[in-house]
């Protein structure tokens, strides 16, 4: 099993560079990244603007932190958590996402998430009841891009017809798309349209995990936010988790390293 953290890098904490060369350092296998475009301010929706972590305002554009990540090691696994690629153009994210792997070497994952925030989401013209479609879709034609040297797609929210794009990933397949979320029926809608279902390690994960296992299903588990005590970590483990991602306390200077002792000590129960 693949140990990950996810550490939120600002403008006030060390660079994404910087924080992948520790996280590799300490012998962790992956590095997640969040994304936010833009906290609105002025809000009518259930989570508002002023109960959420000042940090989502300060978040880097998450492929330029990507990409600084990988040029900066040469071992570690690159990944979001999540992309929100219901506010992505899917041709120019594809070849974003495609250069990213060839320059790290096919390193780059990725977990796709659909949006939580609805006047985030309309202020990218997107409507909130629409985005689970939108991002099946826009999944689905940039594994096109990816993988065809013709590609071409026709849904109802993506359309275009025969088209060149390069680089292609260096990873057979194109890169790993996990669906990211703990709705109802998202490991179905992992199982028809993703590489696999990354959940926040809620109550009731390892029971899915394990329904999953138990029917046959080889579909890649990626659990984010496994809190790091070693019952927990146990239990992920047993469940049949692909990959348990702490996230890091801090990615300030003097103050990660303490985290990422942290995260050492949970994975050795595992490891």
Same mark, same amino acid.
């Not at 985005?131 to 879709?137: G, Q, W």
């Not at 709705?183 to 329904?211: K, M, N, Q």
């Not at 927990?232 to 702490?246: C, H, K, L």
């Given at each position: 099993?693949?140990?990950?953290?996810?550490?939120?890098?600002?403008?006030e904490?060390?660079? !994404?560079?910087?924080?992948?060369? /520790?996280?590799?350092?300490? #012998?962790i296998?992956?590095?997640?990244? #969040?994304?936010?475009?833009h906290?609105?301010?002025?809000?009518? %929706?259930?989570?508002?603007? +002023?109960?959420?972590p000042?940090?989502?305002?300060?978040?880097?554009?998450?492929?330029?932190? /990507?990409?600084?990540? @990988?040029l900066?090691?040469?071992?570690?696994?690159? %990944?979001?958590?999540?992309?929100? =690629?219901?506010?992505?153009?899917?041709?120019t994210?594809? &070849?974003?996402?495609?250069?990213?792997? *060839? =320059?790290?070497r096919?390193?780059?994952?990725?977990?796709?998430g659909?949006?939580?925030?609805?006047?985030q989401?309309?202020?990218?013209?997107?409507? !909130? #009841?629409t985005?689970?479609?939108?991002?099946?879709?826009r999944? /689905?034609?940039?594994?096109?891009?990816?993988?065809?040297?013709? $590609?071409?797609?026709?849904?109802?929210?993506?359309?275009?017809?025969?088209?060149?794009?390069?680089? &292609?990933? *260096?990873?057979?397949?194109?890169?790993?798309l996990?669906?990211?979320?703990n %709705?109802?029926?998202?490991?179905?809608?992992?199982? +028809?349209?993703?590489?696999?279902?990354?959940?926040?390690? =809620?109550?009731?994960?390892?029971?899915?995990?394990?329904?999953?296992?138990?029917?046959g299903?080889? /579909?890649?588990?990626?659990? *984010?936010g496994?809190?790091?005590?070693?019952a927990?970590? +146990?239990?992920? @483990?047993?469940?049949? $988790?692909?990959?348990?991602?702490?996230r890091?306390?801090?990615?300030? !200077?003097?103050?990660?390293e303490?985290?990422?002792?942290?995260?050492?000590? $949970?994975?050795? @129960?595992?490891?």
């Open positions: 099993m693949e140990i990950g953290v996810h550490a939120t890098c600002t403008d904490t060390l660079r !994404p560079d910087e924080v992948a060369v /520790l996280v590799e350092q300490a #012998g296998d992956a590095l997640h990244f #969040g994304e936010h475009s906290i609105p301010v002025g809000r009518d %929706s259930e989570s508002p603007a +002023e109960g959420m000042r940090e989502w305002a300060r978040l880097p554009d998450l492929l330029i932190a /990507l990409t600084t990540a @990988a900066a090691t040469t071992r570690l696994r690159v %990944s979001s958590a999540v992309i929100q =690629l219901a506010l992505r153009e899917p041709i994210t594809a &070849k974003a996402l495609a250069t990213i792997d *060839v =320059l790290s096919g390193r780059l994952d990725l977990i796709v659909h949006g939580a925030i609805t006047e989401m309309r202020n990218h013209g997107v409507d !909130p #009841g985005r689970y479609d939108l991002v099946r879709e999944m /689905l034609a940039m594994r096109e891009i990816w993988r065809e040297e013709e $590609a071409s797609f026709h849904g109802k929210f993506v359309r275009f017809d025969s088209i060149l794009s390069w680089p &292609k990933p *260096v990873q057979p397949g194109g890169v790993p996990f669906f990211g979320g %709705s109802p029926g998202s490991e179905e809608r992992a199982l +028809e349209y993703g590489d696999g279902w990354a959940p926040l390690a =809620l109550a009731g994960v390892p029971d899915r995990i394990r329904t999953l296992r138990n029917a299903h080889q /579909l890649r588990v990626v659990a *984010v496994v809190p790091t005590d070693r927990g970590v +146990e239990e992920y @483990a047993a469940a049949g $988790a692909d990959r348990i991602v702490f890091l306390a801090s990615a300030m !200077p003097g103050e990660i303490r985290s990422l002792d942290e995260v050492r000590s $949970a994975a050795a @129960a595992v490891v």
